[in-house]
């Protein structure tokens, strides 16, 4: 009886294909892509060194005001006036007043020499907003009042500028992580039901995404944030503002979510499914939408840059994030202005880390791709 | 089976199908007009007894796939009844008749645990995303039937009957052979122990090697599970020696239906004689003169008037053009939809 026969019969498959899920394949694939896997190390380092301890990182607290206003970025040194190397140090900074141009300068004092310590205590501050410390990275054991350290120099306020783009940097990548969130929940929870349903309810909503893609972006914007209250705090003009982002974007990723389901409503595993019985949400949600994943993970990657970018553009020009809400727009807010570029020009190291964030983007994206793209048997 | 044949339509029936249709709309332009309608199944009439299997054959586009799939409301049939002798859902367990198409939502959805599918296609209608296991156990999920442990040994059950391992149930389908993805669908198929399968052309997309592997499988399951078949095949040898009787389908109608002897023996209609004519046999030295159809099959969306095989039929008269042939038993249990079936004289195998 061939039954009995069969089990011999199975070709025993190879070790290393034992058990290897799609996602194991993606993994295999990705691996060997290392300017993906670079983007994907440098991202996870940007988001935990910017997004999730900047308080560590960071030598001074946020909004931590200082006498020395405008100072310029501190140089960290190794060789003192003697020639001598040693420990790396900084010198100190006098202020002095320039009464031909009626200007404030910074002048070093070589007489004063701060050492350059790590794991300093300094302001307190909340690690995850739950574990009270105050050990920071780095910094110099110096009072206050005194001395203090500014690796990309002071604002107008005297704070440390290296200390608010981090902290700026966390709005702004988690303004792009949620926002594309939003985006994903709501472009793919319609594209699936539009893809699936079509009739009225595709054409319902192909036609509102037409809309929104036609629609002028910045006036639509400008009547959205007119829109929001002067009065909301400016945490909620944040979730607003995400809110607005992926309310804007989610269309596109909505079109190509209904054409991939499109062509997966055809394959018969849906028609099985259907066949013993499942309702549309399970034949929906647990067998279309998984293969557009692949997809959507892609995109997703490939456009949180375009978010983190919109906000910092519309920060800037005034449309989003407001002070003291502090965000690489907003800080780029204060850098624009001719005065700034002539007179405190390091006001603009807000630039590498908006180019850094969406490169490895980018890199982490194409990365994905590759990995997931050649797949033949979605 | 002779007494079978004598027995008449009346006892045992449980799937009864009566003048079934589906036409798939043809829209065309921005407004999305219906300008006509592929006829796909036209009219067709068929019985499945009790543990028994019905060969359903027929050139590929005759609809025996759209048949199959409108019989379980895949497809919204447009016309017809389908009436299943159902356990679940008759109050006091006695089975009864209840027509398919009549039910709603929820009874439909029950009623799907005693009708189940095997695909033709045995890498498409699995999940590529879901393991083995998953796949096996979804149509006990989907009824509220899966409990760990006990599910998990029905599971293993199943695949070991089927013929695969225990140690297979945590592997994708990519990582089987069309053969074993085949039977990952039977056993999935099996799983809330269903009275009635409907294969669609389970073997065709097998190796050949593999194919009487598989229909031995099936037939040794139907014996153990007691399961009734519709086995849709497009060509006649291979539903030949698994059917206990077989439907003869041409452009969404059926044309003949016999028990599978008689049917091979005395078909009583032009195209079933054309097909078996096309049949393989076994004798070598048997020289039998193949009947060479002309023209092609008809189109389901504009088909011909009168008898749809007109056309291609070398028997065909003038009444064939003008008057559709109705389907009826002309002898007990063979039936035929051919207004000269009385008189001609055709040759079987
Ligand atoms: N969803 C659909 N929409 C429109 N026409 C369809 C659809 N499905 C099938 N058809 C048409 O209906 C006819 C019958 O198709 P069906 O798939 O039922 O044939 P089949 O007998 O199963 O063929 P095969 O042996 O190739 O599987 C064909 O002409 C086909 O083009
Ligand atoms: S009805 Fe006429 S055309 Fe049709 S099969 Fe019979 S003889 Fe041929
Ligand atoms: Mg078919």
Redesign the interface.
């Known amino acids: 009886?061939?039954?009995a026969t069969?089990?011999t019969?199975?070709?025993v498959?190879k070790k290393r294909?034992?058990?290897?899920?799609?996602w194991d394949l993606v993994k295999y694939r990705f691996k060997k892509n290392k300017l993906g896997v670079l983007g994907l190390i440098l991202l996870i380092a940007l988001y935990v060194s910017f997004a999730a301890i900047p308080e560590f990182i960071a030598p001074y607290q946020l909004e931590n005001r200082s006498n020395f206003v405008e100072a310029p970025p501190t140089a960290i040194r190794f060789v003192d006036a003697n020639g001598q190397f040693q420990a790396p140090f900084i010198y100190g900074l006098d202020r002095k007043i320039d009464t031909v141009k009626r200007l404030r300068t910074w002048e070093i004092n070589t007489d004063r020499k701060y050492p350059l310590r790590l794991f300093v205590q300094g302001d307190e501050y909340r690690l995850f907003g739950l574990i009270p410390m105050n050990i920071h990275l780095f910094g110099i054991e110096a009072d206050q009042k005194e001395q203090r350290i500014f690796i990309m120099g002071a604002d107008a306020l005297g704070r440390d500028y290296f200390t608010r783009i981090l902290y700026g940097g966390r709005l702004s990548l988690m303004i792009g992580l949620i926002g594309q969130f939003l985006t994903l929940a709501l472009g793919v929870t319609l594209g699936v039901i539009s893809g699936y349903y079509g009739g009225a309810v595709d054409m319902f909503v192909q036609r509102f995404t037409e809309f929104l893609a036609a629609f002028p972006n910045i006036p639509l914007f400008m009547a959205l944030s007119a829109a929001i209250p002067a009065f909301w705090s400016p945490i909620v003009v944040y979730f607003m503002l995400t809110l607005i982002l992926a309310f804007l974007n989610w269309g596109g990723l909505a079109r190509q979510v209904r054409g991939l389901i499109l062509s997966l409503r055809e394959?018969?595993?849906a028609?099985?499914?259907?066949?013993?019985?499942?309702?549309d949400r399970?034949i929906m949600f647990r067998?279309l939408m998984?293969?557009t994943m692949s997809h959507v993970i892609v995109i997703a990657t490939l456009s949180i840059p375009g978010m983190i970018l919109a906000e910092t553009a519309l920060s800037w020009l005034g449309l989003g994030l407001r002070p003291p809400l502090t965000s690489w727009g907003t800080l780029l807010q204060d850098a624009a202005t001719v005065r700034a570029i002539r007179f405190t020009p390091w006001l603009l190291w807000v630039v590498p880390p908006i180019l850094v964030t969406i490169l490895t983007y980018n890199m982490l994206g194409d990365g994905l791709r590759d990995a997931l793209d050649p797949y033949s048997?979605? | 089976m002779a007494e079978m044949a004598q027995n008449g339509k009346a006892d045992n029936i449980l799937l009864d199908v009566k003048g079934l249709k589906k036409y798939f709309p043809i829209q065309k332009g921005l407004l999305r007009k219906v300008v006509g309608y592929v006829k796909a199944v036209d009219d067709v009439s068929l019985y499945v007894r009790e543990g028994e299997t019905l060969g359903l054959v027929g050139e590929s586009g005759c609809g025996k796939t759209t048949a199959s799939?409108s019989i379980?409301r895949?497809y919204e049939p447009t016309a017809g009844q389908v009436l299943f002798k159902s356990r679940v859902l008759s109050p006091d367990g006695q089975p009864r008749m209840v027509n398919l198409l009549e039910l709603d939502r929820d009874q439909?959805?029950?009623v799907?645990?005693e009708i189940?599918?095997i695909?033709?296609?045995p890498?498409?209608?699995?999940?590529?995303?879901m393991?083995v296991a998953d796949i096996i156990a979804?149509?006990m999920v989907?009824?509220g039937k899966y409990e760990k442990g006990r599910s998990e040994e029905i599971i293993v059950n199943l695949l070991e009957r089927?013929?695969?391992?225990a140690d297979h149930l945590?592997?994708?389908p990519?990582?089987f052979?069309g053969g074993?993805r085949q039977?990952i669908?039977i056993a999935?198929a099996l799983a809330?122990n269903p009275r009635l399968v409907l294969c669609d052309e389970p073997v065709s997309a097998l190796d050949v090697s593999i194919q009487?592997?598989t229909l031995?499988?099936l037939q040794?399951l139907q014996k153990d599970f007691n399961l009734s078949y519709l086995f849709v095949a497009h060509d006649l040898s291979v539903v030949q020696h698994i059917s206990d009787r077989v439907a003869v389908m041409y452009v969404g109608k059926v044309a003949e239906m016999a028990s599978a002897e008689e049917l091979y023996a005395n078909p009583l209609h032009p195209y079933t004689e054309a097909l078996l004519s096309a049949v393989p046999k076994p004798d070598p030295l048997y020289k039998s003169e193949r009947i060479i159809m002309q023209g092609d099959v008809a189109d389901p969306s504009n088909p011909p008037s009168g008898c749809y095989f007109h056309p291609r039929c070398r028997y065909a008269i003038d009444r064939c053009k003008i008057e559709a042939p109705a389907f009826r038993e002309l002898k007990p249990d063979h039936w035929v939809a051919c207004h000269r079936a009385e008189e001609l004289q055709l040759k079987g195998i």
């Open positions: 009886m061939a039954v069969a089990p019969a199975l070709p498959a294909e034992l058990g290897q899920s799609y394959r018969e595993y028609l099985a499914a259907k066949s013993f019985g499942a309702k399970r067998h998984p293969g048997g979605r | 799939r379980i895949l439909m959805t029950k799907r645990q189940s599918m695909f033709q296609d890498i498409n209608s699995l999940n590529p995303r393991t979804e149509p989907i009824h089927v013929g695969l391992r945590r592997r994708y990519h990582e052979s074993q039977r669908g999935r809330l009487a592997q031995n499988l040794d």
